[in-house]
């Protein structure tokens, strides 16, 4: 049996927010690793916003190819608003996942989509940010995911320190 991997790459990022704000996404939500193509998210990494050191624990690297970086195993599902995809409700996350994203003022080529095993869109009037499509489509596999672990016991290893509030019933 495959082991569970999950796997992001960032066509072309922009902005050191959006790629601190996926690193969260990624730490909180199950991703192993973090991949981008091109120069920009290099020259403003400066001012990173990686404000749990997420990148300490999650790989976080420039590559060339957004394809040849995934596991040879993990199913290549692209993330865009285009014609014939898959609406993200209705669709069934492979257990071994490299989700590709575009940037924020671009798409993903023609050329990687054409690879891809499958596309999915998000059904929403206009478009989001990269980093709140991340955490739709992360949020929206630990969703329909076997949720075992959840209660009380990630809840408390979860939560901010200030954050000691309790459901009375």
């Not at 082991?3 to 790629?19: A, E, Q, Y």
């Not at 790989?59 to 993330?79: T, Y």
């Not at 014939?84 to 989700?99: E, I, R, S, V, W």
């Not at 993903?108 to 095993?117: K, T």
């Amino acid at each position: 049996m495959n082991k569970t991997k999950v796997t992001i790459g960032l066509t072309n990022p922009k902005s050191p927010s959006n790629v601190g704000s996926v690193m969260r996404a990624a730490g909180c939500l199950g991703a192993d690793e973090v991949y981008y193509t091109g120069r920009r998210y290099d020259i403003a990494a400066k001012f990173s916003t990686d404000t749990q050191n997420i990148s300490d624990k999650i790989l976080l690297q420039g590559v060339e190819s957004l394809i040849d970086c995934a596991d040879p195993q993990a199913k290549i599902v692209c993330v865009e608003l285009v014609e014939g995809a898959t609406c993200l409700p209705d669709f069934k996350h492979p257990q071994n996942a490299h989700y590709i994203f575009g940037p924020e003022d671009g798409n993903i080529s023609q050329a990687i989509i054409d690879q891809a095993d499958e596309v999915v869109y998000l059904p929403t009037i206009g478009c989001l940010n990269l980093a709140a499509t991340v955490n739709v489509v992360l949020y929206d596999r630990v969703s329909k995911a076997d949720l075992s672990f959840a209660g009380d016991d990630l809840i408390r290893a979860s939560r901010d320190v200030n954050n000691r509030a309790k459901v009375k019933r």
